[in-house]
Nanobody, 122 residues
């Protein structure tokens, strides 16, 4: 049974940084594409960063240049380094995993964590 557990959320001032982590179990992590999504109050959940099993990455325009996604297959872990945080980055952040190919339904994922709150104050 797949399980994804996020950590690292919290409160930070505008311009600050945070690193989110996600540990996966119950899946062959190294073979899965994995991603970070976020959802703000009143908004739909959006995919913001993804990384393939081979290490290819894609980013939403809203975070490109500020956020970096990475993975450590030896630790079944996914990371999101967030710099230059702004109040509009306030959201619940979710990690997700999927066994489909990198170019298949790019932002559709089957397995989800419970989320971690990130709050950025001005």
């Amino acid at each position: 049974q797949a399980q994804l557990v996020e950590s690292g959320g919290g409160s930070v001032q505008s311009g600050g940084s945070l690193r989110l982590s996600c540990v996966a179990s119950g899946i062959a992590f190294s073979l899965y594409r994995v991603a970070w999504f976020r959802q703000s109050p009143g908004k739909e959940r959006e995919g913001i960063a993804a990384i393939s099993s081979a290490g290819s990455t894609r980013y939403a325009d809203s975070v490109k240049g500020r956020f970096t996604i990475s993975r450590d297959n030896n630790k079944n872990s996914l990371y999101l380094h967030m710099n230059s945080l702004q109040p509009e980055d306030t959201a619940i952040y979710y990690c997700a995993a999927d066994s489909r190919g990198w170019y298949e339904r790019q932002w559709e994922y089957d397995y989800w964590g419970q989320g971690t709150q990130v709050t950025v104050s001005s």
